[in-house]
């Protein structure tokens, strides 16, 4: 299911990029607009 989501976004023209299950990841966040959205989940 996971995959075929992201091949859904990619087929739609979004970049999609896929890592590894519990790998460190690094993630860079910049703000272009005027509002920003935050969601946490617990």
Same mark, same amino acid.
């Given at each position: =299911?996971?995959? !075929?989501? /992201?091949a ?5 023209? !979004? ?7 519990? !790998? !460190? =990841?690094?993630?860079?966040?910049s703000?272009?607009?005027s =509002?920003?959205? =935050?969601?946490?989940? /617990?």
């Amino acid at each position: =299911m996971y995959e !075929a989501f /992201c091949a859904s976004l990619r087929g739609l023209g !979004a970049t999609v990029e896929q890592g590894v299950f519990g !790998a !460190a =990841m690094s993630v860079d966040l910049s703000n272009d607009g005027s =509002m920003t959205i =935050m969601l946490e989940l /617990c």
